[in-house]
């Protein structure tokens, strides 16, 4: 599979969905996004991203059970794939080289 490079959403939706782990599906994340990134993100951002990111073969998905709470309809579930673990390790080195690369006087004058 040829290298797909991630977005800036992508990548913080792939991140929460390892977080999140079993409990993955787009209101979950969406709601973690907001808790840990103070990033309110629309929850059909954030299923159009969690589709892409499944067609782009970095997360799978399966349906869980129908519950009362959702009128029967049943949730989507997403896991990160093997490949996008690889996108997600191959972005925090490229943000880590460019972070170390960059001058202490750079750094001094970020407020770092």
């Given at each position: 599979?040829?290298?797909?490079?991630?977005?800036?959403?992508?990548?913080?939706?792939?991140?929460?969905?390892?977080?999140?782990?079993?409990?993955?599906?787009?209101?979950?994340?969406?709601?973690?996004?907001?808790?840990?990134t103070g990033r309110?993100?629309?929850?059909?951002?954030?299923?159009?991203?969690?589709?892409?990111?499944?067609?782009?073969?970095?997360?799978?998905?399966?349906?869980?059970?129908?519950?009362?709470?959702?009128?029967?309809?049943?949730?989507?579930?997403?896991?990160?794939?093997?490949?996008?673990?690889?996108?997600?390790?191959?972005?925090?080195?490229?943000?880590?080289?460019?972070?170390?690369?960059?001058?202490?006087?750079?750094?001094?004058?970020?407020?770092?």
């Amino acid at each position: 599979m040829k290298r797909t490079f991630l977005g800036e959403l992508e990548e913080v939706v792939l991140l929460t969905v390892a977080l999140l782990a079993e409990e993955a599906y787009a209101v979950t994340v969406a709601q973690e996004l907001d808790q840990k990134t103070g990033r309110a993100v629309g929850f059909s951002t954030v299923h159009t991203t969690l589709q892409r990111l499944e067609e782009k073969g970095y997360l799978s998905s399966e349906m869980g059970g129908a519950t009362a709470e959702r009128g029967g309809r049943r949730k989507r579930f997403f896991r990160v794939t093997a490949f996008g673990r690889k996108a997600l390790r191959e972005a925090k080195e490229a943000r880590e080289t460019l972070w170390n690369a960059m001058s202490p006087q750079t750094l001094q004058l970020m407020g770092n």
